[in-house]
């Protein structure tokens, strides 16, 4: 497999939204997330997110071959078995970093891997697949706040719930990237759970309010173009949507401890959006 086949599989535009979910999760924890602890934790969650982009390739290899037949396996650029070869590599490289930072992150990364598993094999026709996307976003900050922290405070608890919702609305409109029909505003709704959370932020200067007004912006850009019954710009909407991860995370850390490690986040944007125009992000 070359590395462009395998940056297309692993959709890696997308990694910089898996490195602020990971420092959001230990930032809400209250730890002190230093970069002897971030760097591993990012490791992790990256080669588990890109396993899991090349298993839902995997299981969806016929689809693909009606609906994008220009994905790596149906143009013929890589074969199934190699795919699952790497991907459990990945998964077992991820385990062992987990775990060698304590047993309660090794724990995290292994219900991770069962929600990731879970949704590549039953997303397609699953009313609970939004839900599982959810939950393997939220055990992101499950394994960051475990590996700074014994135990999940109210700010992480709440944190991966509002982060779920926000999922919940984003694997929604996924579902529809390919489609001519209206989606529909109520199941997108949760995208604006993290805005409502933040609220305090605009009285909190320039800053809060320049931050939580930038998130509503851009999702109500996004949103249009989900809701345009063009699949061309849906997709668009979607790729925005998945970029709008990192700015959850930066709301998210802005309400807990100010606005230092927001900048980590909001770069985790940036650069999340520069990728984009590299590398596919659905």
């Known amino acids: 497999m070359n590395m462009s086949t395998a940056m297309k599989l692993g959709r890696i535009s997308n990694l910089p939204t898996v490195w602020s979910n990971v420092l959001a999760g230990a930032i809400l924890a209250g730890g002190t997330p230093t970069v002897g602890v971030i ?9 588990l997110y890109v ?26 650029e890589v074969e199934r078995g190699e795919v699952i070869r790497w991907a459990v590599v990945m998964v077992l490289a991820a385990l062992a970093i987990a775990w060698s930072m304590g047993w309660r ?67 929604y409109a996924a579902a529809h990237e390919s489609s001519s029909r209206l989606v529909r505003v109520g199941p997108l709704l949760g995208i604006w759970a993290p805005a409502v959370v933040a609220l305090p932020l605009l009285g909190a200067g320039p800053s809060g ?44 850390i802005a309400t807990a401890v100010g606005f230092g490690p927001v900048v980590v986040a909001f770069a985790a944007f940036l650069t999340t959006l520069a990728l984009q125009r590299l590398v596919a992000g659905t």
């Open 39 to 47: 760097v591993p934790l990012g490791l992790m969650g990256s080669l």
């Open 51 to 76: 396993a899991g982009m090349f298993l839902n390739d995997v299981f969806d290899a016929s689809i693909d071959a009606r609906e994008r037949p220009e994905r790596p396996i149906p143009s013929g």
């Open 209 to 252: 309010a320049g931050l939580l007004l930038g998130f509503a912006g851009w999702v109500t850009c996004a949103l249009r173009l989900v809701r345009s019954r063009r699949p061309a710009s849906i997709r668009r909407g979607v790729i925005s949507l998945i970029a709008g991860i990192a700015l959850v995370d930066a709301l998210l």
């Open 105 to 171: 992150p090794g724990l995290a990364a292994v219900g991770l891997v069962a929600c990731i598993i879970a949704y590549d094999r039953h997303h397609k026709g699953n009313a609970a697949a939004p839900v599982l996307m959810g939950m393997c976003r939220a055990g992101l900050y499950l394994c960051g706040a475990l590996a700074v922290a014994p135990g999940l405070g109210g700010p992480v608890l709440l944190g991966a719930a509002i982060l779920v919702a926000y999922v919940l609305g984003l694997t």
